[in-house]
């Protein structure tokens, strides 16, 4: 880093004060002094004017010295204080370009509590974000290639085999030639989902709902589902004003959610879905029983692609996107999601604001 600052601010800081104590000290030795020391060669008779001048011209020698070596001694220490200052500017510089050319991995030490202990450690969080996103677009771009290869590669292998006649054109072959189609659509509808949820805030179409009414229609939709399943429905709804939010991604996330309690709650388990009303938002809450989230998992399910149990295929379990496309319409809209978990049952909520 160049070291133009650390002279400016040296030169700030040193060059003025000397000169003006300086300028005061010399005003003050020949106007004052000298005044006084006439005034007493002329109280005792003595003639004023050798002595005067050997007497301003050796406080003038004297002065210049003293401030030349106050002026080193000013400079030498605010050189050094100044420096200590900008080491952490230098170091910040360093760090800068290092992200600049995508090595995330390099931290500022945080010594002070100033301002610049501040800027270190909000340059230290910007890093730690730029490195988990960088980590997050490096496994979506693995997890989507191996989405992809799977069923491309059946589809290739039972195609050749068609068309070489290996394989016999029966009904069970096509009938799982298209079950692969359908899951490559479903993917990339998902995805499609996803960036239209990326894109939600610039296109958001806010009006006034009922949203006890949306949640009951949309629950009219899930009711014999939930039904085969033999799983118990609760509902619980204290809502008092209107909501002012998207419909349809409204719509959108409480899909996703209801999805998830078919999908994670055992036989005979139960879901409870409540509507509260709160100072200035909405909070919607879904609740079922079954098996809880590892603590270590709880922070991540919200990333896309993030499946709790890793073992699952993507059949039996998902995409992993569903509660990323959650998240994303939910922040479009100025609310906030979050989960918990036990041992013996699962909650997930968002709420939005009511106006």
Known sequence: MKHRLLWKLLFINSVPVILLILVVIWWAIDHLAATYFMDLMNRYAIEPTEIHGMFLSSIHHSLLWASLVALLVAVGLSFLLTRRILRPLTQMAWVSERIALGDFSPRLEVATRDELGDLSQALNQMADSLARVEQLRKNMVADLAHELRTPLTNLCGYLEGLRDQVLPPKTETLTMLHQESLHLLRL????????????AEVVLNRRQLDPVREVQQLLALYRPRFAEEEIELRESYVVAQPLWADREKLLQVLRNLLENCLHYTPHKGWVALALTEQTDHLLFSFSNSGAGIAPEDLPFIFERFFR????????????????????????????????????????????????
């Open 188 to 199: 990339v509808e998902n995805l499609q989902q996803l960036a239209r949820a990326d894109a």
């Open 308 to 355: 709790t149990d890793r073992s699952r295929t993507r059949q039996a379990g998902g995409f992993g996107l569903g509660l990323a496309i959650c998240k994303q319409l939910v922040d479009a809209q100025g609310g906030e999601i979050g989960a918990e978990s036990t041992a013996e049952q699962t909650r997930v909520w968002f709420r939005l604001p009511l106006h």
